[in-house]
């Protein structure tokens, strides 16, 4: 099992920045695809960004040029640095965690572990 801890959401004015983290404990860390995801209220879950074991990463063409996926395999954290937020970033962001998936892998499915969720709220 590995468990996935998010943190860092809270509410922001658009145009702002915020830091997310998840922290991962329980299994190799270094050993897993990384990923995070977003829900809006009666909306399919989506996904934001992946990380791969290597350090390759994937974004949704919603956040490109503005989201930063990366991860410290020493503190078995990944972070998304999110500027130049927007409304439409409103959102329950989760962590995600896969051992045989590459960085671009998109379906919730593909994904073995998932974290509670942080609740980001951009203000307009």
């Known amino acids: 099992q590995l468990q996935l801890v998010e943190s860092g959401g809270v509410l922001v004015h658009a145009g702002d920045s915020l830091r997310l983290s998840c922290a991962a404990s329980?299994?190799?860390?270094?050993?897993?695809?990384m990923a995070w995801f977003r829900q809006a209220p009666l909306q399919e879950r989506e996904f934001v960004a992946g990380?791969?074991?290597?350090?390759?990463?994937t974004y949704a063409d919603s956040v490109k040029g503005r989201f930063t996926i990366s991860r410290d395999n020493a503190k078995n954290t990944v972070y998304l640095q999110m500027n130049s937020l927007k409304p439409e970033d409103t959102a329950v962001y989760y962590c995600?965690?896969?051992?045989?998936?590459?960085?671009?892998?998109?379906?919730?499915?593909?994904?073995?572990?998932w974290g509670q969720g942080t609740q980001v709220t951009v203000s307009s």
């Open positions: 329980g299994r190799t860390f270094s050993r897993y695809t």
């Open positions: 990380i791969s074991r290597g350090g390759g990463n």
């Open positions: 995600a965690a896969a051992p045989a998936v590459t960085s671009s892998s998109w379906r919730p499915r593909d994904y073995d572990y």
